[in-house]
Every structure is written in C-alpha cells, then in structure tokens.
C-alpha cells in the first residue's frame, strides 16, 4: 500500500493507524522500527541506500511519523519538532522578515503569546493582537505589512471559537497565509487545511501523542513549496523530533480517533453538570449551546473535545485556587490531552506569563483536560473539589 493510497481511500481511522506506517522492509515489522541512529553508511561516495544521510536531515522513523501527520491533516507535507514551540519558531523564522506583521488572537497558548512578545519581536517583527473570533476585528488589523494570520481554535484557556472557513476568506483576500494552531481540536475533530488554512501547527505532547510521556510538535502544509522552504529551515535550525520521541507519537495517534470521541463525551457530560453547580459561575465549552462559538464549532468540528475552563463564584483567585488543590483525581498540573486528567489555574500556571498583556485570564479561572477515566469517576470528585 503506498502513502498516497492511504490517505486518498481510507477514512480517519484507518489512516491514523496505516498511514506512515509501512511494514519494514527487512524484518517485516508491522510497527516502524526506533531507528536510533545518527548517521547512514553510503555505498560509494553519495550513494545513499534508502534516501538517508544523517539523522537531523531525515530518519525513517520521523518520516514514518511525517508521513502520517500529513495523511491526517489531509496535506501534502508533514514536518515533526522536538516541541510545539520549536515548530512554531520554524515556522515563523520560514514565514518572516524583519518588517513583517503577524495578527495574533487575543487569547492564545501562553507560550506562543512569549515567543512573539519577547523573541520574535527582538528580530523585528512587529504583532499585533485581534479577536480572532470576529472577522471585522481581524481585518481591521491587516496591515499593508501583515504576513500572517495566527489562530488557535478552541482557543487556550478561554475555548473561543474561530471560523476557519471565514478567516481562510480574509487571508486569501488579503495576500496572508492563515495559520490554524489545531492541538486542541486534533485533526480528528478538525482539519483547517480543508477549510482553507495554510499551514497547520500542533503541539503533539497534547492530544496526538496522547500519554503525557513525549513533547513534540509538527506542521503540516497544503502547499508542496512552502513544504520545501519548512523542510530547509527544519534541517538548518536542526529542532527535530528525535526518533524515540517520533515513534511515541505516531503509537499515540492509533489511538486518536477512540481517544477524542471518549474525550469529547466525557467533557460534554462534565460541562452539563459544572453548568448546573451552584458554585461555578460560568462554564466555557463550546458543546453548550449557550456558548458563543457553538454554532461555527458544531460546523467546523466532528465533536467538542476534551478541555473545559469554567469560573468559580464571583472572581477570586483564592476559591479557584481551592478548587485546584481539593481535587484528587483530576492531577493538578500543567499540559493537556493525555488520558489522565488534568485540572490547573491558569493564571497562575500556564497562563503566568500573559499576566498584565491584552492575554490577561481570569483570576477565577479554572482549566480542565478531561480524560478519558469513568465520567462518574470525574464528576464525583469536581463536585468534591468545589465543595
Ligand atoms: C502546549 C501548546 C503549545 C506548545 O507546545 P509544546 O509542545 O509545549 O512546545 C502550543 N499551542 C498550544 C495550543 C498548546 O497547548
């Protein structure tokens, strides 16, 4: 079966286990091998057995992993990090130029907000920050330097909502690639290059590796150029995924697919009954019809996914704080989409950094990473939690 079958023929399921993932052409192994190895042996000056030189440049697992991020982002070329923020840093070190402008939301990962606030921009480029959710808002901030478009839609820790397929309009329009930050959705729930993204990001330590046991990062692309351009910056700045750490993703992703739709039930029922609960004053998650984005998520997205944020009583930081720490079953730690689930303060931890910014969150605010446990395992111990 070749890749290009793969990702033509089959459905998501099928693809998310079979594509990559050829058996081995010496043993047969059905599952790629670790090749922990950093540099080939050549028959003959340049002659290259299987394609490969050294390992920063390329390493079949990573191209096992590569081929299979590709095949499930439905684009033409996938790129694998060693962390989210590494690839972002590539691809915006490929994208820009001093001079250049990017619009970023005003609700992004914290990390993300800190590689433009205070590296980026040391190289001069510029940013500002729109709602990425209303369109006028995004327009009004293209500028005739603008180069690209950053979304994240469900957004951290806020879970707003962004129509790709209307801000895809906008770039077009505008001459600037939209970038589509899709870890928390994951392709199975979501695939933007469809609706008209350019370049995909993920942060994989999240819902693709799906274990809490590798960091990593990956792009994907719809155009086989710009594909180019990523795959020279990825060799020349050399913040690879290595070959362990690309096969815990790629054994991850077999599993995405039953994975997100346990993820996506569990958090609906939990989102149900945090609504009902005297001692939460608001709950984000975009499955509940009252949420603002409902209408474009259930058009955009195969189910609602597993992160829920939700205010505790009327703004202190103390009761959030309280809430985190009662919990037993929910871990209170940083990090999202691993089986277990996670409960932390944003304000305080992942968000720490965005304090005083136009990213400021909450002080009431409390995230959850639901996993895919008992239900009503999860709710007992959020209903202890709250008191
Ligand atoms: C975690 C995360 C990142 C950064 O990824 P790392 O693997 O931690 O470098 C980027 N975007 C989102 C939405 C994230 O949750």
Known sequence: MSHQHISEQYNFETRAIHAG???????????????????????????????????????????????????????????AFASGLAAEDCLLRTLLSPGDHVVIPNDAYGGTFRLFAKVVSRWGVEWSVADTSDPAAVRAAITPRTKAIWVETPSNPLLGI?????????ARAAGVKLVVDNTFASPYLQQPLALGADVVVHSTTKYMGGHSDVVGGA?????????????????????????????????????????????????????????RHPRVSKV????????????????????????ISFLVGEGGEKEAVAVCDRAELFTLGESLGGVESLIEHPGLMTHASVAGSALEVPANLVRLSVGIESADDLMADLKQALG
Do not use: C
């Open 162 to 170: 962004t129509d790709i397929a209307g801000l895809a309009g906008i």
């Open 219 to 275: 792009l994907v692309v719809a155009d086989t150029e710009l594909g180019e351009e990523l795959a020279f910056h990825q060799n020349a700045m050399g913040a690879i995924a290595g070959p362990f750490d690309a096969w815990l993703v790629l054994r991850g992703i077999k599993t995405l697919a039953v994975r997100m739709d346990r993820h996506s039930e569990n958090a609906t029922r939990i989102a149900e009954m945090l609504e």
């Open 284 to 307: 984000l998650y975009p499955g509940l019809p009252d949420h603002p984005g409902h209408e474009v998520a259930a058009k955009q997205m195969k189910a609602f996914g597993g992160m």
């Open 21 to 79: 993932n050829t058996a081995d052409p010496l043993t047969g192994a059905v599952v790629p091998p670790i090749y922990q190895v950093s540099t080939y042996k050549q028959d003959g000056v340049g002659g290259l057995r299987g394609g490969y030189e050294y390992s920063r440049s390329g390493n079949p697992t990573r191209t096992a992993l590569e081929e299979n991020l590709a095949a499930l982002e439905g684009g033409r070329r996938g790129l």
